[in-house]
Nanobody
Framework: QVQLVESGGGLVQAGASLRLSCAAS????????MGWFRQAPGKEREFVAG???????YYAESVKGRFTIARDKDKNTLFLQMNSLKPEDAAVYYC?????????????????WGQGTQVTVSS
């Protein structure tokens, strides 16, 4: 069974850092695009960051310079380092994988999803 499991969320103050992890099991996702999305209450799910073609990273404008996506292929794990967190970063963060050629920020193109991890940022 293919599965993505996120961890690392929590409650932090504005300006703090968190590192999210996404452990993949059931198959290797080394040849898949992998990304992080987030969804705040009352808002649509939005793209945060992704790795495409194994090495190319893309970020939403709102997180550029603060968030870093990385993957450990040996451990089949995806990470999201989040620094200088802001209250507007608060959301449920989801890890996702997809057989994407090129680049995409569309949630529909990512076919495998984790259950999400809550990030709360207090001001």
């Amino acid at each position: 069974q293919v599965q993505l499991v996120e961890s690392g969320g929590g409650l932090v103050q504005a300006g703090a850092s968190l590192r999210l992890s996404c452990a993949a099991s059931g198959r290797t996702f080394n040849n898949y695009a992998m990304g992080w999305f987030r969804q705040a209450p009352g808002k649509e799910r939005e793209f945060v960051a992704g790795i495409f073609g194994g090495t190319d990273s893309y970020y939403a404008e709102s997180v550029k310079g603060r968030f870093t996506i990385a993957r450990d292929k040996d451990k089949n794990t995806l990470f999201l380092q989040m620094n200088s967190l802001k209250p507007e970063d608060a959301a449920v963060y989801y890890c996702a994988a997809g057989a994407i050629i090129g680049y995409s920020t569309a949630a529909a193109d990512f076919r495998v999803w984790g259950q999400g991890t809550q990030v709360t940022v207090s001001s």
